[in-house]
């Protein structure tokens, strides 16, 4: 798993990359909405590889929630690409992007097995913050 990067210039390389990965994944599935998960991707790798604290097994405690509340906006892609950018899971993975019985299939559920999800990332706009409480 990476440290945290403490140096911009980086973070921008990573950010770039975690882009061009959204965008390889929303074109082999021919299907997606890149718009705002590529919106996303400054803050999202800020978030991942400088100031949340994470451990090697992405246990999910106290230093690690996040409430989302724009599901369709980030949705699968950005979140899935900073995980595997921190390498936990393998970059092939990112292939099977809306494929059916694939972990990567769609919104992302806690039922298959996605490190890091507490609670589907769809439904309702909004409700992002109401789970927490």
């Not at 590529?38 to 230093?63: H, P």
């Not at 996605?114 to 589907?120: Q, S, W």
């Amino acid at each position: 798993m990476r440290d945290k990067v403490e140096d911009i210039d980086e973070l921008k390389k990573i950010a770039t990359q975690v882009r061009r990965d959204i965008l390889q994944m929303v074109f082999n599935a021919s299907s997606g909405h890149p718009g705002g998960s590529l919106g996303c991707a400054d803050f999202m790798t800020a978030l991942y590889f400088r100031v949340m604290t994470q451990s090697d097994e992405f246990k999910m405690d106290a230093r690690m929630k996040m409430p989302l509340s724009f599901p369709m906006a980030i949705s699968l892609r950005c979140f899935t690409v900073c995980w595997q950018r921190k390498g936990y899971f393998p970059v092939e993975e990112l292939s099977t992007f809306r494929k059916l019985n694939t972990r990567l299939q769609g919104h992302p559920t806690t039922h298959e097995g996605l490190p890091g999800i507490r609670t589907a990332l769809s439904g309702s706009l909004g409700q992002g913050f109401s789970v927490p409480v």
